[in-house]
């Protein structure tokens, strides 16, 4: 992590002690690791050396030069290091829960996404950021794909073009950042009163990975189509990435933090009123990482410190839920919730597990979500932003009614005294295995909020366990469950699609493909018509003059040239006597010619 702790990684190549080169190599091998069957072996091995590689890098390594660029592949400081630590221990984690998965493509792409964001933790200069952000957006697509379904094809495709948008957007910013630097594109922070176009684009590039509204509809769209192991990996890297780079550049922007308090409210709006319970945590992501944008909008030491706090404590907690729901998806077929219900007796270990995400998530004491979420509020209050404060603390209501009550009642429970499938049964244990360790976490760092306070990249002097706090949480966690049992027939699930933005791509998809296959096609077969009967013929015409001017008139003149000279060659061959008297007579009269040229001039 520092110079002190430098260690025989720093003498290595810096290629090899780039851990996301470990991912890379693994990624790429995975064909052959599955027919030698060392696939569950290496999908153990190689995340927890990369969670202990990350301990004993140098502040500084991988410095290239190439066509004039200076780049950075490794950049550690303290808010690269919480970061790269919660990214390897979800490798960790993610690669265990999908142990079971025979499908090596599946592993590959994950892995590919995973050194992806390692490298964009580590990124010092723009260019690098932008090889690695690409990678990420890449291979997270296949996590779509990989499902082969209709409905996933569909919707990898518009994650793709919406990311493709995005960094296009992003590499604008760089470009820009690259004429008005003079060619200096180290990515260091911001300050809003230096701000020009090109960090403008810059942060519109990163705040689309964030699914900051009202560019965030990829995100509901695509993370519930991916497949069971592929939405676990995803719920965790890209919008956390994206928390990771404008937290580094971005900190103290006003227009962050309004719109990262309006995210935790559109979020939880639109999860409370949704069926399937992916899209539920997939709406979820972006109220969470509302918060997370909001305190690196209100800038403080506090709030900063909040967020990256929140981002670690979420890639834990969002992850459980995700192997939850995944788990149910997995073993029933099913994951919408007016499709599920009686499941308890079933799925015992699965319902634990996802009601510890779920009281995580809505910010119970003795959990992560009670430590890391109430320090973004308090540092909204502590900032005098009242209005921020109560747009986080109305999310936090609805989080706990949609995620913490919701959801598991209706997944496990819903009023029903049979199994909505009764052949379903807990997950593989590799999986609960993955689940377990997740929720240990949530707990550890409810109960022991220290351990993630040495990581945070500034000092720490908040202490969530105060009397007030507790009843406040305890209050309010207190009413919107006595609200959720007293409304409990009018919240119940209901088989419909909500609409959201992503109504305006998917529809001007469509209106896009009516007017090319229609007005379009009809104007380009105009054209083409039009050239073959008016522009052809001219251009054949026209081939037909040069070709007329090459052989009468150039080719006259070469040769006509050629011929004169070798003509007047005879002549003065012929003139040759051999007298050298002649010879001398005249270049004396040549000379004198040229002499009375001269005068005459």
Request: glycine share 10%; charged share 15%.
């Amino acid at each position: 992590m520092t110079s002190s702790m430098l260690s025989p990684l720093a003498q290595l190549h810096p290629v090899l002690m780039h851990p996301a080169t470990l991912f890379i190599m693994g990624a790429l091998l995975m064909p052959w690791l599955c027919r030698m069957k060392l696939k569950n072996a290496v999908l153990v091995i190689i995340p927890l050396v990369a969670f202990l590689q990350i301990n004993m890098l140098p502040e500084s390594f991988g410095h290239v030069s190439w066509m004039g660029f200076d780049m950075v592949f490794g950049r550690v400081d303290k808010l690269t290091y919480v970061f790269l630590h919660v990214f390897t221990l979800m490798a960790v984690i993610g690669s265990l829960f999908a142990l079971k998965v025979e499908d090596w493509g599946q592993h590959t792409a994950a892995w590919l996404y995973v050194a992806g964001s390692l490298g964009v933790t580590l990124a010092g200069d723009y260019l690098t950021l932008f090889i690695f952000w690409e990678l990420m957006a890449v291979a997270s697509t296949f996590l779509i794909w990989y499902r082969k379904k209709k409905k996933s094809i569909e919707a990898g495709f518009r994650y793709l073009l919406v990311h493709v948008l995005g960094g296009l957007i992003l590499l604008a910013g760089i470009f820009l950042k690259y004429r008005a630097t003079g060619g200096d594109l180290t990515f260091v922070q911001i300050l809003p009163t230096d701000a020009g176009l090109a960090d403008y684009l810059i942060m519109i590039g990163f705040m689309l990975n964030a699914a900051v509204p009202p560019i965030h509809a990829w995100l509901p769209d695509a993370y519930p189509e991916a497949t069971v192991t592929g939405a676990v990996f995803m719920c965790a890297f890209t919008t956390k990435t994206a928390v990771y780079v404008l937290a580094r550049g971005f900190p103290g922007f006003e227009a962050l933090a309004i719109l990262g308090a309006i995210m935790a409210l559109y979020g939880v709006a639109y999860a409370v009123i949704e069926n399937d319970a992916r899209r539920i945590l997939a709406y979820h992501i972006v109220s969470q990482v509302g918060y997370m944008v909001c305190g690196i909008g209100i800038g403080t030491a506090m709030a900063v410190n909040g967020a990256v706090a929140h981002a670690y404590a979420h890639i834990l907690y969002k992850a459980l839920l995700f192997m939850g729901a995944g788990a149910v998806l997995e073993m029933t077929g099913r994951s919408k919730l007016n499709e599920l219900g009686g499941l308890y007796a079933k799925m015992p270990l699965a319902l634990i597990f996802t009601v510890i995400g779920g009281i995580a998530i809505s910010g119970f004491p003795l959990t992560s979500g009670f430590v890391s979420k109430s320090m973004i509020i308090a540092a909204a209050g502590e900032a005098h932003r009242t209005g921020l404060l109560l747009m986080l603390t109305l999310a936090a209501v609805g989080t706990f009614l949609s995620v913490g009550i919701k959801l598991p009642y209706y997944i496990w429970y819903g009023g029903k005294s049979e199994p909505s499938v009764p052949e379903a049964k807990d997950p593989p244990a590799c999986m609960l295995w993955a689940m377990g360790i997740a929720a240990f976490m949530c707990f550890f760092l409810g109960f022991y909020p220290e351990y993630l306070y040495r990581m945070l990249p500034h000092a720490v002097d908040y202490q969530p366990y105060t009397a007030y706090h507790l009843s406040e949480t305890l209050q309010l966690l207190g009413f919107t469950g006595l609200g959720f049992y007293l409304m409990v027939k009018k919240l119940g699930p209901e088989p419909k699609m909500n609409l959201d933005l992503d109504w305006f791509y998917r529809k001007g998809s469509i209106v896009f493909m009516v007017f090319a296959s229609g007005p379009l096609s009809r104007v380009n077969d105009w054209v083409g018509e039009v050239y073959r009967s008016i522009g052809l013929a001219w251009t054949m015409l026209t081939a037909k003059a040069l070709s007329w001017f090459d052989r009468e008139g150039i080719d006259y003149v070469v040769d006509g040239t050629a011929r004169g000279v070798v003509d007047t060659g005879d002549k003065l061959r012929q003139a040759q006597t051999g007298k050298i008297q002649h010879y001398i007579g005249a270049a004396a009269v040549l000379l004198f010619g040229i002499m009375i040229v001269v005068i005459l001039l």
